[in-house]
């Protein structure tokens, strides 16, 4: 598996959609910084009311950065999964693996570790980046344990859609294999939005909705968790939760966990269909 891990990483390393997406998401921060720099040039200062409102405002827009980071962090994930597998069957190197003294298992195994790492780390930069930039520039009270606790969190994001990517890829071409990818992270996110919608409102059955689509990809569940962890007594405040990237209907200790046991099962079954494949 450690032979597989680095032979991946190597290949990630290589690969120009990596490259792409780096330069990609710097520019992404150097627009949110901007952004920053002229929001907060009109709203810091000040004491009592307009100090309670600055803080408020400035962790609605950090929210709101790691909010539309799901979506790059997901982006990469789904890029890099989906052809985990599959796409080494297509152009015929899966063989040249398959014939060496590797299980098939450590092959899926070390091929996911790798992503993962990838995934992980650039997810963890980029959301840690935006929320010391909030920080700075909106001069936000936060605790440097909450801020690195929920960056642990996110960094289980992308993971989830890896795992699924890489089930997907064992039983898929790599097309389809990213279209359904791609389908279950969108039920996923507006399942999300529909269960917070629900518990500002007292929607039962909407919050009910967002529970289901957790339960089948607990992608946006894990955001929720983050983001509501990393901003402490800012994160749980009522302004917070009113605003549609916050934690109104934040998932409890409990579903880190299935969280946890649905990335070991797809794992499991990635391995468990990949050996049963016929090549």
Known sequence: MQNIMKLTLKEIFNKRIL???????????LVYCLGLHYIARDQVGGQGARLWFTQQAGYQIMTLGWYMSTFLAGALAIM??????????????????VSKPLSRRAIVGGKFLAYSMVTAIYSAVMVGTISLLARYYFKLVMNPGAILTGILLFMLFPVVLLAVAHLGSTLMSTLT????TFMLFTVGIIGGFMEQIGALIGNHAMINIGVVSSLLIPCDA???MAVTRTGGMLGSSFIVNFGPFGGASTPSIWMLVYALIYIAVMILLAMYFFEKKDL
């Open 80 to 97: 890099a999964g989906i052809g985990s597998i599959s796409g080494e069957i297509e152009n015929g190197t899966m063989l040249s693996l």
């Open 177 to 180: 294999n990213g279209i359904t």
């Open 19 to 29: 490259h792409i997406g780096i330069i990609l998401t710097i520019v992404y921060l």
């Open 222 to 224: 894990i955001y929720r």
